[in-house]
């Protein structure tokens, strides 16, 4: 009897523990994406799980995050886009404009937060800045191609030319490159563009670089690129060539300078915005943010090692000097 009572217990309770299970309500779950490996966005998306929990969803408590990335292979993340979709996320989270693209083309109903390095309209994402529509929303990073490819030129005889390294399956190559022709006729600087969408293209990219007799080298905006920033930074100090980059994670890495958006910033700004669309806002009903902080990081260990003397002017605008 004794047993049998026991083993009629033990059913009771196990019932009551799965009715309680069924009744606790399911965390809404936060879906990154990235065309590029997750691990070169770590840094960043503490920045953003931060700001999320400041607007009161707490990972594991309060909130789940699922992140996928695709690393570098861009063909990969509409996979990973309907993946998220599939798990019926609440929001998804673009770090670029490829894989907001991706998120969109999954789902037209999925709110989703991006971080555009381009014209988010010109690439399809929303109606207009102010008024986005449909279901997404998010930040507008200035790239400020122009403005590193100026501090190239400062870096590079005048008789030579500045190479322009780029992932030719990224979305945001085609609009880089013509800015850069503009750039070019404006100035008068020749530029010449070299590209890569794989490990043994950067390796080749540099052996082009030195037969064109570049004098400096500024690395786009791009996932793949920015996930391969230490074989980048390690082959631009190896052939002595100084290099301008988007971000300070470059820089940290061993590039050169870095100039461009404050990344965690923009980060933290999209961990807000994805706070506002968990409690109830619509997309279409908050406006597409322009990033307002940039920075300007120089590594003057880099400096030395390859042979440069930067100009005071320079190092005194510097955000950052790492030594």
């Known amino acids: 009897m004794r047993r049998r009572e026991f083993l009629s217990g033990a059913a009771?309770?196990?019932?009551?523990?799965?009715?309680?299970?069924?009744?606790?309500p399911r965390l809404p779950i936060v879906g990154i994406l990235t065309s590029g490996p997750l691990d070169a966005y770590e840094t960043l998306l503490i920045a953003f799980r931060q700001s999320l929990s400041d607007a009161g969803y707490v990972e594991g408590r309060s909130v789940a995050i699922?992140?996928?990335?695709?690393?570098?292979?861009?063909?990969?993340?509409?996979?990973?886009?309907?993946?998220?979709?599939?798990?019926?996320?609440?929001?998804?989270?673009?770090?670029?404009?490829?894989?907001?693209?991706?998120?969109?083309?999954?789902?037209?109903?999925?709110?989703?937060?991006?971080?555009?390095?381009?014209?988010?309209?010109?690439?399809?994402?929303v109606a207009s800045?102010?008024?986005?529509?449909?279901?997404?929303?998010?930040?507008?990073?200035?790239?400020?191609l122009a403005k590193r490819l100026d501090l190239a030129r400062k870096l590079a005889p005048a008789s030579r030319?500045?190479?322009?390294?780029?992932?030719?399956?990224?979305t945001e190559a085609e609009p880089q490159v013509k800015e850069a022709e503009e750039t070019a006729r404006r100035s008068g600087h020749p530029i010449v563009t070299l590209k890569a969408s794989d490990p043994d293209e950067i390796h080749l990219a540099f052996e082009h670089l030195k037969a064109q007799g570049a004098g400096t080298l500024v690395v786009s905006t791009d996932a793949f690129l920015?996930?391969?920033?230490?074989?980048?930074?390690?082959?631009?100090?190896?052939?002595?060539?100084p290099a301008i980059y988007d971000r300070r994670e470059f820089a940290i890495a061993g590039g050169l300078v870095s100039y461009g958006t404050h990344y965690a910033d923009a980060y933290r700004r999209m961990g807000s915005y994805t706070g506002k669309i968990l409690k109830g806002a619509k997309p279409a009903d908050l406006p597409v943010e322009q990033t307002a902080r940039f920075e300007l990081?120089?590594?003057?260990?880099?400096?030395?090692?390859?042979?440069i003397d930067l100009a005071p002017t320079v190092l005194a605008l510097a955000d950052e000097v790492i030594e």
């Open 66 to 125: 699922e992140a996928r990335g695709a690393e570098g292979h861009f063909d990969r993340t509409n996979q990973l886009a309907q993946e998220l979709v599939r798990r019926q996320v609440a929001v998804i989270v673009a770090t670029g404009n490829g894989s907001a693209r991706a998120a969109q083309a999954a789902s037209a109903t999925t709110p989703l937060v991006f971080l555009s390095q381009g014209d988010p309209v010109q690439f399809g994402l």
């Open 129 to 144: 800045l102010s008024r986005p529509g449909g279901n997404a929303t998010g930040l507008l990073a200035s790239d400020l």
């Open 297 to 307: 990081v120089i590594n003057l260990k880099t400096a030395k090692i390859i042979g």
């Open 12 to 24: 009771a309770a196990l019932c009551v523990m799965q009715r309680v299970a069924h009744a606790q």
């Open 226 to 241: 920015f996930g391969q920033r230490d074989r980048i930074t390690a082959l631009a100090i190896r052939h002595g060539v």
């Open 161 to 170: 030319p500045i190479a322009l390294l780029i992932n030719p399956k990224a």
